[in-house]
């Protein structure tokens, strides 16, 4: 279950953020229900918790999450 974060940030929402499956070709059956990836980096996608996306410094509101 996916919890809300105090500060109103989800890692769906940012920006940055990648459902794991989109960048390993995985069937929607076979994703891990915690696999997010951060983008931001410039050195490839990497892991990324929920609680880490929300508290990072660097998160920024996705603009097609936030204009729906």
């Known amino acids: 279950m996916l919890q809300t974060p105090g500060n109103g940030r989800h890692v769906w ?3 940055w953020s990648r459902p794991g499956a ?3 070709e995985m069937r929607e059956r076979e994703e891990p229900d915690n696999l997010w990836l951060c983008v931001r980096r410039f050195d490839g ?4 918790t929920e609680d880490a996306c929300a508290a990072c410094e ?4 996705d603009d097609i999450a936030s204009t729906s």
């Open 58 to 61: 660097h998160w920024e509101p």
């Open 45 to 48: 996608p990497r892991s990324v």
């Open 22 to 24: 989109q960048f390993f």
């Open 13 to 15: 929402n940012c920006r």
